[in-house]
T-cell receptor
Framework: EAGVVQSPRYKIIEKKQPVAFWCNPISGHNTLYWYLQNLGQGPELLIR????????DSQLPKDRFSAERLKGVDSTLKIQPAELGDSAVYLC????????????????FGEGSRLTVL | TQLLEQSPQFLSIQEGENLTVYCNSS?????LQWYRQEPGEGPVLLVTVVTGGEVKKLKRLTFQFGDARKDSSLHITAAQPGDTGLYLCAGNQDNFNKFYFGSGTKLNVKP
C-alpha cells in the first residue's frame, strides 16, 4: 500500500515568488495535516482537515498561506509571496478520522517538501 | 513557545551506552506518542501511551508516561548506530486527531 506522497521533494525560489506543495494521503484516511518543520525542530501544525473541511487552521499565516482539499482526498498548500523565513520542510501527514473504526491516533507522514527561499 | 519541551536537545554517545530522553509539559495529555525521524524522511511512530504510569517496551526502548500524564521518558539500552535520529514526542489533548509536537532530541550514536 502506498504511503503519503508529497511533491516536489525540493524547491528553491526567490523571495516574493509563489510556491505550491501537493500531498496525496493514504487511501481511506479522512484526516490530513500540513506541518512546518525547521531544521532539528519538532513539526508545527499549520492546518488540519477532516475530509474537505479545515477544522483547525489557527496556526496558518493566512496573509500569505492558503490550503485546499477540495474533494477530501489530496491537498495543496500554497505560499504567496514567499519570504526568507519560510525556508523549511513542509510535511504532510494523514490518519484515520473520527468514526473510522479503531483509531490508534498514528500519524503517517510523507517525506516532506524542502523549501529554500533565496 | 512549545507546549512540550524535550531534553536534552542534542545527545552524542558511543555505541553500547544507555540514554534517556525526556518530554515535559505543564499540560495534561490524554495520550502521548514518540516518533523517530531520519534525515530526509518523515517521522515514524514508535509507540503510543495512554494511561498515567504506563510503561511500554519495544526491544531496547522503554517508554514511560508520567502518573499525571504531563511528561514522558524514552530510555534506550545499549544504543546502536542505527538508533541515530531525531526523537519527537507528541501529545494529544482533545482527541486522537490533534497533536502537539515537542522540540525534538537529536541523537547521534557513534560506532
Amino acid at each position: 500500500e502506498a504511503g503519503v506522497v508529497q511533491s516536489p521533494r525540493y524547491k528553491i525560489i526567490e523571495k516574493k515568488q509563489p510556491v505550491a506543495f501537493w500531498c496525496n494521503p493514504i487511501s481511506g484516511h479522512n484526516t490530513l495535516y500540513w506541518y512546518l518543520q525547521n531544521l532539528g525542530q519538532g513539526p508545527e501544525l499549520l492546518i488540519r482537515y477532516e475530509n474537505e473541511e479545515a477544522v483547525d487552521d489557527s496556526q496558518l499565516p493566512k496573509d500569505r498561506f492558503s490550503a485546499e482539499r477540495l474533494k477530501g482526498v489530496d491537498s495543496t498548500l500554497k505560499i504567496q509571496p514567499a519570504e526568507l523565513g519560510d525556508s523549511a520542510v513542509y510535511l504532510c501527514a494523514s490518519s484515520l478520522g473520527p468514526g473510522q473504526g479503531i483509531n490508534t491516533g498514528e500519524l503517517f507522514f510523507g517525506e516532506g517538501s524542502r523549501l529554500t527561499v533565496l | 513557545t512549545q507546549l512540550l519541551e524535550q531534553s536534552p536537545q542534542f545527545l552524542s554517545i558511543q555505541e553500547g551506552e544507555n540514554l534517556t530522553v525526556y518530554c515535559n509539559s505543564s499540560s495534561v495529555f490524554s495520550s502521548l506518542q514518540w516518533y523517530r525521524q531520519e534525515p530526509g524522511e518523515g517521522p515514524v511512530l514508535l509507540v503510543t501511551v495512554v494511561t498515567g504510569g504506563e510503561v511500554k517496551k519495544l526491544k531496547r526502548l522503554t517508554f514511560q508516561f508520567g502518573d499525571a500524564r504531563k511528561d514522558s521518558s524514552l530510555h534506550i539500552t545499549a544504543a546502536q548506530p542505527g538508533d541515530t535520529g531525531l526523537y519527537l514526542c507528541a501529545g494529544n489533548q482533545d482527541n486522537f486527531n490533534k497533536f502537539y509536537f515537542g522540540s525534538g532530541t537529536k541523537l547521534n550514536v557513534k560506532p
